[in-house]
Nanobody
Framework: QVQLVESGGGTVQSGGSLTLSCDFVGDLYSRYYMAWFLQAPGKERQGVAA???????KYDDSVKGRFTISRDNANGTLYLQMNSLKPEDTAMYYC??????????????????WGQGTQVTVSS
């Protein structure tokens, strides 16, 4: 059984920072890749950042230089440090996990396990 729980969302002014956390419960295989996705109402989920168990990272171009993904494999926790936030970053943020896969990291359908999401709102 796999379970993911996100926390850390909230409301912040443009230029501010937030740190999101995702607690993972489950087998190591199922969290080979962990990722953050965002979703705006009526739109598909979009990959924000991902990290495999060996530390390799991927970022969407829109967040490079502003967001940092990290993970603690021993504790099963994934983090997303979000700096220089912009109003366009406003969305629900979801934590996701998958086993080894050849699918692109940003393909939401390749992740079988998801958290409930945490809302991030950035005001002007």
């Amino acid at each position: 059984q796999v379970q993911l729980v996100e926390s850390g969302g909230g409301t912040v002014q443009s230029g501010g920072s937030l740190t999101l956390s995702c607690d993972f419960v489950g087998d190591l295989y199922s969290r080979y890749y962990m990722a953050w996705f965002l979703q705006a109402p009526g739109k598909e989920r979009q990959g924000v950042a991902a990290m495999n168990i060996e530390g390799r990272t991927k970022y969407d171009d829109s967040v490079k230089g502003r967001f940092t993904i990290s993970r603690d494999n021993a504790n099963g926790t994934l983090y997303l440090q979000m700096n220089s936030l912009k109003p366009e970053d406003t969305a629900m943020y979801y934590c996701a996990a998958r086993g080894p896969s050849g699918a692109p990291w940003s393909r939401a359908s390749s992740y079988p396990d998801w958290g409930q999401g945490t809302q991030v709102t950035v005001s002007s």
